[in-house]
């Protein structure tokens, strides 16, 4: 794989070029452009997805030759998780090499700028499992992707696992939880989904923002967790506040079994900080973790031959193999637009929409790609670019590894549909947007 980090400065410059093997031409290459953020507050989280993402890619130049025949080019341009520098990259980026074929923002503020823009360039974003939850219906948002669950299903599922734990959903009744969350669009998203629960099953929660400028400064909140005693603490978190969050927690001795991460708020840069005082916190996930998976015998051949991204010794975490994830559903994608367009050929973006929009992973073909176990199947729609079968796994931490809790856990679809819908139709209304058919 060609691979090439281009480093952002404020204003918008190219200041860094690194490990770019030859010049690749448009018709060469299946271009990938990839926001990361590898340095900051946010790099311990942006770090081993980014590997993660570059691997996959080298891995099937490296296995397969690309996608009949047709390589991956990665590039990747720093946004330090910073909106207005993700939207810089992602004008430089676009046109490069032919044009993109699908953007990966990685970042939920970034995919909102986004959007209207990815729209008229006709460029698909790729938000797996954060941004916008509405962009799930894509009559409304035909060049948004957020499979293989939103965070709206997200919330209803750990909700869903909190009542199983009490004994049912009718034990939720004066309860009350704490929810502690990153001060941004990522960190707000789910708050409208939680607050319809508190009133369907009577429960109450209070909300602890953390500011994105003084992640690392949580005595406060966790001071007033500590005088308010909720029965559970739910975290929508990223970069250094969760490990500053899971310490303090750690450090006022709230019951680590009753604190529960989003799927950004569970990973090992998350606990390893805390000790031994993180052995028990649980989080949810959509992908598994460790590398007793068969691709890791392709990545572990990638690392052998001198061709990964990243020091052997830190692969296989969480958020290393959910960026392979994000790669592996990309890479299927465009071997079924390349099927319904022409094998051997570069797509191009409205291909991949298509590609993207027809996506169907199933359990059998990750059979084949030795992915079995590590990420869910999904199937897209035009309808549904959620997937239609979202749902999380709880993992806990144990001081060494993460260990999965439960089998799946459905999203309370009938609940969330519906407000999926809403939003968008207001969306479109205050747009002009006229939705495309689905029919």
Same mark, same amino acid.
């Given at each position: 794989?060609?691979?090439?980090?281009?480093?952002?400065?404020?204003?918008?410059?190219?200041?860094?070029?690194?490990?770019?093997?030859?010049?690749?031409?448009? !018709?060469?290459?299946?271009?990938?452009?990839?926001?990361?953020?590898?340095?900051?507050?946010?790099?311990?989280?942006?770090?081993?997805?980014?590997?993660?993402?570059?691997?996959?890619?080298?891995?099937?130049?490296?296995?397969?030759?690309?996608?009949?025949?047709?390589?991956?080019?990665?590039?990747?341009? !720093?946004?330090?998780?910073?909106?207005?520098?993700?939207?810089?990259?992602?004008?430089?980026?676009?046109?490069?090499?032919?044009? &993109?074929?699908?953007?990966?923002?990685?970042?939920?503020?970034?995919?909102?700028?986004?959007?209207?823009?990815?729209?008229?360039?006709?460029?698909?974003?790729?938000?797996?499992?954060?941004?916008?939850?509405?962009?799930?219906?894509?009559?409304?948002?035909?060049?948004?992707?957020?499979?293989?669950?939103?965070?709206?299903?997200? &919330?209803?599922? =750990?909700?869903?696992?909190?009542?199983?734990?009490?004994?049912?959903?009718?034990?939720?009744?004066?309860?009350?939880?704490?929810?502690?969350?990153?001060?941004? *669009?990522?960190?707000?998203?789910?708050? *409208?989904? +939680?607050?319809?629960?508190?009133?369907?099953?009577?429960?109450?929660?209070?909300?602890?923002?953390?500011?994105?400028?003084?992640?690392?400064?949580?005595?406060?909140?966790? +001071?007033?967790?500590?005088?308010?005693?909720?029965?559970?603490? /739910?975290?929508?978190?990223?970069? &250094?506040?969760?490990?500053?969050?899971?310490?303090?927690?750690?450090? =006022?001795?709230?019951?680590?079994?009753?604190?529960?991460?989003?799927?950004?708020? &569970?990973?090992?840069?998350?606990?390893? *900080?805390?000790?031994?005082?993180?052995?028990?916190?649980?989080?949810?996930?959509?992908?598994?973790?460790?590398?007793?998976?068969?691709?890791?015998?392709?990545?572990?051949? +990638?690392?052998?031959?001198?061709?990964?991204?990243?020091?052997?010794?830190?692969?296989?975490?969480?958020?290393?193999?959910?960026?392979?994830?994000?790669?592996?559903?990309?890479?299927?994608?465009?071997?079924?637009?390349? !099927?319904?367009?022409?094998?051997?050929?570069?797509?191009?973006?409205?291909?991949?929409?298509?590609?993207?929009?027809?996506?169907? /992973?199933?359990?059998?073909?990750?059979?084949?790609?030795?992915?079995?176990?590590?990420? *869910?199947?999904?199937?897209?729609?035009? +309808?549904?670019?959620?997937?239609?079968?979202?749902?999380?796994?709880?993992?806990?931490?144990?001081?060494?590894?993460?260990?999965?809790?439960?089998?799946?856990?459905?999203?309370?679809?009938?609940? /969330?549909?519906?407000?999926?819908?809403?939003?968008?139709?207001?969306?479109?209304?205050?747009?002009? =947007?006229?939705? /495309?058919?689905?029919?």
């Amino acid at each position: 794989m060609h691979f090439r980090n281009l480093t952002m400065g404020l204003a918008g410059a190219a200041i860094g070029l690194a490990g770019m093997a030859a010049t690749a031409s448009a !018709e060469d290459v299946q271009f990938i452009p990839n926001l990361v953020y590898k340095t900051g507050p946010y790099a311990p989280s942006g770090t081993p997805t980014a590997h993660g993402f570059a691997d996959y890619f080298n891995m099937v130049n490296m296995r397969d030759g690309g996608v009949n025949g047709v390589k991956f080019l990665v590039e990747e341009c !720093e946004t330090g998780y910073k909106t207005d520098r993700g939207v810089e990259c992602y004008d430089r980026v676009k046109n490069e090499y032919g044009g &993109a074929t699908v953007v990966n923002p990685w970042s939920t503020g970034i995919t909102y700028a986004l959007i209207e823009k990815a729209a008229a360039d006709k460029i698909p974003l790729l938000s797996l499992g954060y941004g916008r939850t509405s962009a799930a219906d894509g009559r409304v948002f035909p060049y948004v992707f957020n499979f293989p669950a939103t965070y709206w299903s997200q &919330a209803t599922s =750990i909700i869903d696992y909190i009542a199983s734990e009490e004994g049912g959903k009718d034990k939720l009744k004066g309860m009350n939880f704490g929810f502690v969350y990153l001060d941004h *669009p990522y960190g707000k998203e789910p708050i *409208p989904t +939680l607050d319809i629960l508190a009133e369907k099953y009577g429960f109450t929660y209070d909300k602890y923002p953390v500011p994105p400028a003084s992640m690392t400064e949580q005595k406060s909140i966790w +001071l007033q967790v500590r005088r308010s005693k909720p029965a559970y603490v /739910v975290m929508w978190g990223w970069g &250094a506040m969760n490990s500053t969050a899971i310490s303090e927690a750690a450090n =006022i001795r709230y019951p680590m079994d009753k604190f529960i991460g989003n799927w950004w708020s &569970a990973a090992e840069p998350d606990v390893l *900080p805390a000790g031994d005082g993180a052995i028990g916190y649980k989080g949810a996930t959509f992908n598994g973790v460790g590398t007793d998976y068969k691709v890791y015998d392709d990545i572990n051949a +990638l690392y052998d031959a001198g061709q990964g991204s990243w020091d052997k010794s830190e692969i296989g975490g969480v958020l290393y193999s959910r960026g392979m994830a994000a790669a592996a559903y990309i890479t299927e994608a465009v071997r079924t637009a390349q !099927e319904h367009f022409g094998k051997g050929k570069r797509i191009t973006s409205e291909q991949m929409r298509w590609g993207l929009e027809n996506l169907d /992973v199933t359990e059998a073909r990750l059979g084949e790609l030795g992915l079995s176990g590590l990420i *869910p199947p999904v199937k897209v729609t035009c +309808l549904n670019h959620e997937g239609t079968n979202p749902a999380i796994k709880i993992q806990q931490w144990d001081g060494k590894s993460w260990e999965i809790k439960t089998d799946w856990i459905p999203a309370d679809v009938d609940l /969330v549909r519906p407000l999926i819908e809403q939003d968008a139709a207001q969306y479109a209304k205050e747009n002009n =947007i006229t939705p /495309v058919s689905c029919s």
